[in-house]
């Protein structure tokens, strides 16, 4: 998730990059098998880093890679600061291994359904039955306050529509 560590220098060409990042990940790939982990993508936001930016950047990365151990995180503050589709999730459906939620409206804790338009990503988790892991990855002013309205607004949003 380092955006800095993959940020790609000024003249190289994205392409190059690109092929060093499948590179990389075809051979932490069986790295991770051997220890028992799966290694995840993160797509961050262009002030972060200038590659791997969306979702749809990171499935065709996962994609080239094509290993079992290297696999999708989707981080809904990313997403949307993005302005990318929310139905990616569905293309996505089969490497998605871990999601991140924060609120973009200040990259703070989703504390109400109706703060931010979280439905379309939420609908689309439901619809391919996402059962994987999600944490709150925001800051918070009262973390004994704020950390059970999220989880109760996140098990809710995994139920049914708000």
């Known amino acids: 998730g380092s955006g800095g560590a993959r940020r790609v220098p000024e003249g190289f060409p994205q392409e190059e990059a690109f092929k060093q990042l499948v590179a990389f990940g075809k051979l932490i790939g069986p790295e991770a098998r051997a220890t028992g982990i799966t290694v995840v993508i993160e797509p961050l936001r262009r002030q972060e880093t200038n590659i791997i930016n969306t979702a749809a950047e990171g499935l065709a990365l996962v994609t080239a890679v094509n290993d079992p151990n290297f ?89 049914a529509p708000q």
């Open 71 to 159: 696999q999708l995180l989707v981080d809904f503050y990313h997403l949307a600061s993005e302005q990318e589709d929310p139905a990616i999730v569905l293309q996505a459906r089969d490497h998605i291994r871990h999601l991140h939620m924060a609120n973009p409206q200040g990259r703070v804790f989703p504390l109400k359904w109706e703060e931010f338009d979280y439905a379309p990503f939420f609908a689309n988790l439901r619809q391919i039955g996402y059962a994987g892991g999600i944490s709150v990855e925001a800051s918070s002013k009262d973390i004994p306050a704020e950390g059970p309205q999220a989880i109760t607004l996140l098990r809710r949003a995994f139920i």
